[in-house]
């Protein structure tokens, strides 16, 4: 499961980690907070084009998967399903299926690129819950994710951990801000 890891990425810009590893390599002084604004305000251009790839991605490797076993023509295939998501043309996919070679090797991927999406998802809850908090470093959420979702890994479902760390299910109202979509 990837929330594990992406959850971390969000203490990166954070000024905690900023003042002490992004600095001048000959002054040593701290990143500029401008920089870290323009930073911030650039994560979000592109949002829309960038999660209409995606999902394009993410949806046609489901669709090859519920396909059945009969053969198929890749490239008909794909065209087909992208009309009938009404996927506009001027966007292709950020993955094409030749490009998915790790999702056909083994049941590991199969059909699972979406869980990146998804994963996303649940990061940009968890952190709201560190903002709901004290910040980004309160110690008794650190605590809860950590005994409900870190130390317990895959011996729990990860829906279940989730909704034990949040005390609901995941609100994917959170990505939509995270990704600049609503306030």
């Given at each position: 499961?990837?929330?594990?890891?992406?959850?971390?990425?969000?203490?990166?810009?954070?000024?905690?980690?900023?003042?002490?590893?992004?600095?001048?390599?000959?002054t040593?002084?701290?990143?500029?907070?401008?920089?870290?604004?323009?930073?911030?305000?650039?994560?979000?251009?592109?949002?829309?084009?960038?999660?209409?790839?995606?999902?394009?991605?993410?949806?046609?490797?489901?669709?090859?998967?519920?396909?059945?076993?009969?053969?198929?023509?890749?490239?008909?295939?794909?065209?087909?399903?992208?009309?009938?998501?009404?996927?506009?043309?001027?966007?292709?996919?950020?993955?094409?299926?030749?490009?998915?070679?790790?999702?056909?090797?083994?049941?590991?991927?199969?059909?699972?690129?979406?869980?990146?999406?998804?994963?996303?998802?649940?990061?940009?809850?968890?952190?709201?819950?560190?903002?709901?908090?004290?910040g980004?470093?309160?110690?008794?959420?650190?605590?809860?994710?950590?005994?409900?979702?870190?130390?317990?890994?895959?011996?729990?479902?990860?829906?279940?951990?989730?909704?034990n760390?949040?005390?609901?299910?995941?609100?994917?109202?959170?990505?939509?801000?995270?990704?600049?979509?609503?306030?």
């Amino acid at each position: 499961m990837e929330f594990p890891s992406q959850i971390n990425e969000h203490f990166f810009l954070t000024p905690e980690i900023l003042n002490t590893y992004a600095v001048h390599y000959k002054t040593g002084k701290p990143i500029p907070q401008a920089l870290v604004d323009r930073i911030k305000k650039a994560a979000k251009f592109n949002e829309g084009f960038q999660t209409m790839e995606f999902l394009a991605s993410a949806v046609i490797d489901m669709k090859f998967h519920l396909a059945g076993a009969g053969p198929i023509d890749p490239a008909k295939f794909e065209k087909e399903e992208l009309a009938r998501l009404g996927m506009p043309e001027e966007i292709v996919m950020r993955h094409r299926p030749t490009q998915f070679n790790h999702i056909f090797s083994s049941d590991g991927y199969s059909a699972g690129y979406y869980a990146y999406l998804w994963a996303d998802a649940l990061t940009a809850d968890a952190w709201e819950a560190f903002l709901e908090g004290k910040g980004p470093w309160d110690p008794a959420v650190a605590a809860r994710l950590k005994a409900t979702v870190l130390s317990v890994g895959n011996t729990v479902d990860p829906s279940d951990a989730f909704r034990n760390f949040r005390g609901r299910d995941v609100n994917t109202d959170a990505l939509m801000r995270k990704r600049g979509f609503m306030k």
